[in-house]
C-alpha cells in the first residue's frame, strides 16, 4: 500500500471512499474521483 499512487474502499453503502493519507503517506483521489463520477452516471441512465 505505502507505494500505490492511489488507494480507496467501496462499499455498497458509502460507495467509493478515497484514502488520502496512510501513515507518512499522501496519496491522490483522481481516479477514485472518476470512477464514482462514472458509477454516478450509470445510477441516472439505468432509472431513465
Do not use: C, W
Request: aromatic content about 6%; cysteine-free; charged content about 25%.
Amino acid at each position: 500500500m505505502q507505494k500505490a499512487d492511489e488507494i480507496f474502499l467501496t462499499n455498497s453503502i458509502i460507495g467509493i471512499q478515497p484514502v488520502t493519507n496512510y501513515r507518512k503517506n499522501e496519496f491522490k483521489t483522481e481516479i477514485g474521483e472518476k470512477i464514482s463520477a462514472n458509477l454516478k452516471l450509470l445510477q441516472v441512465i439505468s432509472k431513465a
